[in-house]
């Protein structure tokens, strides 16, 4: 931020992340960062729940989902489809 000093020619510049007004670089990093573990655990977390619409939630309606070699599932009832893993070994 830049403030107009009484001479309008002098200006002040406020470092606001020192102020504590805005978060560091490495704060944001840390909360995305944080963001981003919690979401991962909670996406893992509803694959090892053996719930297909757990995971089918946490994509758009016409999100996909493309898992090894196989087709791509289109829309989020194929991704539960995919997400279905019993019967399988």
């Given at each position: 931020?830049?403030?107009e ?5 002098a ?6 992340t020192?102020?504590g007004?805005?978060?560091?670089a490495?704060?944001r990093?840390?909360?995305e960062?944080?963001k981003?573990?919690t ?14 619409e ?8 016409n ?13 989020r009832?194929?991704?539960a489809?995919i997400a279905d893993?019993?019967g399988?070994?």
């Amino acid at each position: 931020m830049i403030a107009e000093a009484e001479n309008p020619k002098a200006y002040v510049t406020y470092n606001l992340t020192a102020l504590g007004a805005l978060p560091s670089a490495g704060e944001r990093y840390m909360t995305e960062r944080a963001k981003l573990e919690t979401f991962a655990a909670r996406y893992a977390q509803a694959w090892c729940s053996h719930n297909p619409e757990s995971v089918a939630a946490f994509f758009a309606e016409n999100g996909s989902l493309k898992v090894n070699n196989n087709a791509p599932a289109v829309r989020r009832a194929a991704v539960a489809e995919i997400a279905d893993l019993k019967g399988t070994k």
